[in-house]
């Protein structure tokens, strides 16, 4: 019995010297070929590193694997070890996860496996006698390294639909963003990149993002996409779909606010009326809201259509109610894209009357009349307009012209004002006038091509003196003898060139300029500072010109010669229409016409930038100097050497130091030799 004993002692001694204990643990240290690994896997001891597949399998024993696919980190996993500075990556084994008993001299096949690539590695190990935790420390096993990448990110932002934006990146292939506009790109480590957004119809700003070295992750890397298109203009005066407008209106204005996601116009294109195959182009100015153009007298119980277009070089398209064309169209209550439209007030006609002593057989045409009262009168009984053909000779104020043939004169009265007085022309051009308000008042149009007819605005009869009218169809009435000749021309410099010349002159003080942007005179404001004295001489015959400096790019502008005698009787000549092109355009030049001088900013008032326009007669040097409204000097700039020719160089608003100055009035100096010269100019912010 007791050799049994010590028979069974003997074998239970030799199996634990042959078996491992069932918990065991083994610890392989880990490495990459490049690269600290401590810093790529970081889990601790809870948790096995992601991407990674590792498995042990005991060759004795078929079907003994043990792997991080089937079994939890406590029994096999990758991991670090360790405090900072002394850290170290481990594969850990519990051999107590295998379910048959292993022994010692049994083999392990390790598998370690990088998923996102498939890489992997095996290596085998014998088990040792012994029952302790087994660590080894070296050699290191190399296992396969993660591919490292860094992410950029960022968002399109619009006030559009963010469907259909593509964006390109260095080495990448290109990605859509969804409709929340958010994007991203992953790039390896270390790489410089470009990414570049594009959706047809609109552009970026930034234009592109350069990312340089990039080792983190980058977010923030956001775009504002901006469409071609400008927006809109709005609020239409007159009102949209309005009627009993006044054909004297004069103006139509329109108002424009910038929108943050919209391409800002350059300026604005005006179909008037709406159909025309011209249009007038009205400059956009940063900052400016509210815009007008000048329209000609209009007819009554006509509806009239217009357009404003907001355009700009991003697009070109001339029918801007297609879409994404490139120019944006005024739109009414919410219908689209429509022309706003508007309809003058119905006339209230008084007939004519005849006296006695009209002669239907007289010399010239015998006008029709036709008067309107203001709306707002209502006249029981309706009363009449009367008239009587007169003498030439006979008119006051009158001074006879040898060149006005076919002409009579009619002096007409009636108990009101008359809010329109139209007469009716057969062909032939015609020249009338009427005196009233001291002075004599062209007809429009100046002179009439008939058939057609001839209109005055507002003339006060109010049953007071006959008002006197003269119509010729000979000559100019308001032409007298003495002047042979007046002419206003757009020049290359951006001004306009006045002549006119005179065969002789008695009792004569001087003359005077007015200009007005209506044909019909309302506005206009006298341009020469002082009275226009002397001219040159050429025997009796005398020479004047006057140059207008302060003129506005794409305007039509109407100028008027007012001759005024000793006494203070004045007479006004024309008007004479120039249209003042483009600044970037300008009509040609030859050198003859070039002389040293300041010439008027552009715009004027200013937002961002101006233009300020010179002109040099000879090769010189020349100063610019800005100052302040207190006198101080807050901008300067010389140019060396410049050319005989017209320049311009651009203020942006800012000072020596590039600091933006504030809003306000602003003069320019300009200094070549001798030549010294100041204008003012106004920043509007």
């Not at 391409?263 to 809201?289: R, S, W």
């Not at 002109?615 to 610019?624: G, I, P, R």
């Amino acid at each position: 019995m007791k050799r049994i004993i010590l028979l069974s002692l003997f074998t239970l001694i030799f199996v634990a010297s042959v078996f491992g204990g069932t918990t065991r643990s083994f610890n392989q240290k880990l490495g990459f070929a490049s690269g600290d690994i401590t810093e790529v896997i970081t889990n601790t001891s809870s948790s096995h590193a992601p991407n990674y597949l590792v498995t042990a399998d005991i060759l004795q024993t078929t079907g003994e694997v043990v792997s991080t696919a089937t079994h939890n980190a406590t029994q096999i996993r990758i991991y670090r070890a360790g405090t900072p500075g002394n850290y170290a990556v481990l594969l850990f084994l519990q051999f107590a996860a295998f379910t048959t008993q292993w022994y010692a001299g049994n083999t392990i096949r390790f598998y370690v496996e990088y998923t996102p690539t498939l890489e992997f590695v095996t290596w085998d190990y014998v088990i040792p006698t012994g029952t302790g935790s087994i660590s080894i420390q070296n050699p290191v096993v190399i296992i396969p390294q993660p591919t490292i990448t860094t992410k950029i990110s960022g968002n399109i932002t619009s006030a559009f639909s963010l469907s259909g934006v593509l964006l390109t990146c260095t080495g990448q292939p290109n990605v859509n963003t969804g409709t929340n506009g958010y994007y991203e790109f992953t790039i390896n480590p270390g790489s410089s990149v470009t990414i570049t957004p594009s959706k047809t119809g609109y552009y970026f700003n930034p234009v592109n993002r350069y990312h340089e070295n990039v080792t983190e992750n980058v977010t923030g890397a956001n775009f504002a996409m901006i469409k071609n298109n400008p927006n809109a203009a709005s609020t239409p005066t007159p009102a949209n779909g309005i009627t009993g407008v006044e054909p004297t209106i004069g103006f139509l204005s329109w108002n424009f606010v910038q929108q943050p996601y919209n391409a800002p116009p350059t300026g604005f294109k005006v179909f008037f009326p709406d159909g025309a195959t011209t249009y007038t182009l009205v400059p956009y100015v940063e900052g400016i809201t509210a815009y007008s153009m000048p329209i000609p007298l209009l007819d009554y119980s006509t509806t009239y259509t217009w357009r404003v277009v907001p355009t700009n070089s991003r697009g070109k398209g001339e029918d801007a109610s297609i879409p994404d064309s490139g120019e944006a169209q005024s739109k009414a209550d919410g219908d689209g894209v429509v022309p706003w439209s508007f309809t003058t007030q119905n006339p209230q006609w008084i007939t004519p009357g005849f006296t006695e002593d009209v002669d239907p057989d007289g010399p010239g045409p015998l006008p029709t009349f036709y008067v309107d009262t203001p709306p707002s009168t209502e006249l029981e009984p309706v009363p009449v307009i009367t008239y009587s053909i007169v003498s030439l000779s006979s008119v006051p104020f009158f001074i006879g012209s040898p060149y006005v043939t076919d002409a009579f004169a009619l002096n007409m009265s009636a108990p009101i004002d008359c809010y329109r007085l139209e007469i009716s022309v057969p062909a032939g051009t015609w020249y009338a006038v009427a005196w009233y308000n001291g002075m004599w008042n062209p007809g429009n149009p100046y002179p009439c091509v008939g058939p057609g007819t001839i209109v005055w605005l507002n003339v006060p009869f109010g049953g007071k003196d006959d008002i006197p009218l003269i119509i010729s169809g000979g000559g100019d009435p308001l032409l007298p003898v003495e002047l042979s000749s007046f002419t206003a021309t757009f020049f290359a410099g951006f001004f306009v060139q006045l002549n006119w010349t005179v065969q002789s002159e008695t009792n004569h003080m001087g003359y005077n300029i007015l200009r007005s942007e209506n044909v019909n005179g309302s506005g206009s404001v006298k341009i020469n500072d002082a009275m226009i004295e002397s001219g040159s001489s050429v025997g009796t015959e005398i020479t004047y010109s006057y140059r207008d400096e302060e003129v506005e790019a794409n305007t039509n502008y109407y100028y008027w010669l007012e001759s005024v005698d000793l006494g203070g009787t004045t007479q006004l000549f024309g008007p004479r229409m120039v249209t003042v092109g483009n600044i970037d355009t300008p009509p040609p030049i030859t050198p003859e016409q070039i002389a040293t001088a300041l010439l008027s900013a552009y715009p004027n008032p200013f937002g961002s930038s101006t233009r300020i326009r010179y002109s040099l007669k000879n090769k010189s040097d020349v100063k610019f100097e800005i100052f302040n409204i207190k006198g101080q000097l807050v901008y300067n700039v010389e140019m060396n050497k410049a050319g005989q020719r017209f320049h311009f160089f651009e203020w942006d608003g800012k000072d020596n130091n590039q600091r933006p100055v504030s809003s306000g009035i602003y003069y320019y100096r300009m200094t070549s030799g001798k030549y010294t010269s100041t204008k003012k100019i106004v920043l509007v912010k």
